[in-house]
């Protein structure tokens, strides 16, 4: 029981500093202001997190696992290959805009968060496997035609999050506009339907 109301502490913690993230930035955001929100000591806070580093990261895992339950849902109701590639994007796109105040760039730039090259690597992954699962769906129903889905489907990641990062690595900084969200979107719409019709060749 014990470690059941630890584990739910922590996700409280995380919950907390997730929505005050979302809001406010995680820049501007203090543990005392976390602690506040709910209702308990700052020292309760680094009971479970040794610091807003790595609260900071534990948000980014947490917006990490609600964007894969959101695609996964949304590839799993897709009727085809191509509606399933299709719909991923304005999930992408929704998130993006949702959590763009989490400061991804800057725990990219942080070199105390040693393992959160890790994390990314792994969410990276997570994603490529999803997108090569949809491609041999369409494989195995005649819809697309290739002999290595693994490939392929690094490759639309990789393309997907080069758009993405495109405006704003220059100085990698989360600062961006509507504007910006939305011509990244129109060019995902564009590489995705460059990559299925490749693909149906």
């Not at 917006?63 to 959101?70: I, K």
Request: charged residues 30%; contains cysteine; aromatic residues 8%.
């Amino acid at each position: 029981m014990h470690t059941e109301n630890r584990d739910e502490m922590r996700e409280r913690i995380i919950e907390a500093a997730l929505k005050r993230f979302t809001h406010y930035g995680a820049s501007k955001t203090t543990m005392n202001e976390i602690a506040d929100d709910m209702h308990c000591s700052k020292a309760s806070l680094y009971y479970y997190f040794p610091d807003k580093h790595a609260l900071h990261l534990a948000v980014l895992e947490k917006a990490g696992e609600m964007y894969f339950q959101e695609i996964e849902q949304s590839a799993a109701t897709a009727a085809t290959a191509q509606d399933a590639l299709l719909d991923m994007i304005p999930v992408r796109h929704n998130f993006a805009r949702r959590f763009c105040r989490l400061e991804l760039f800057k725990v990219l730039k942080d070199k105390q968060l040693l393992h959160s090259d890790e994390t990314f690597r792994l969410a990276r992954e997570k994603e490529t496997a999803l997108v090569a699962g949809i491609i041999r769906k369409g494989v195995a129903t005649g819809e697309l035609v290739t002999d290595n889905p693994d490939q392929i489907a690094a490759l639309y990641i990789q393309s997907m999050i080069g758009l993405r990062l495109s405006l704003s690595a220059r100085e990698l900084t989360d600062d961006i506009s509507e504007e910006e969200f939305e011509l990244v979107r129109q060019w995902q719409v564009q590489l995705a339907d460059i990559f299925i019709k490749g693909l149906k060749s």
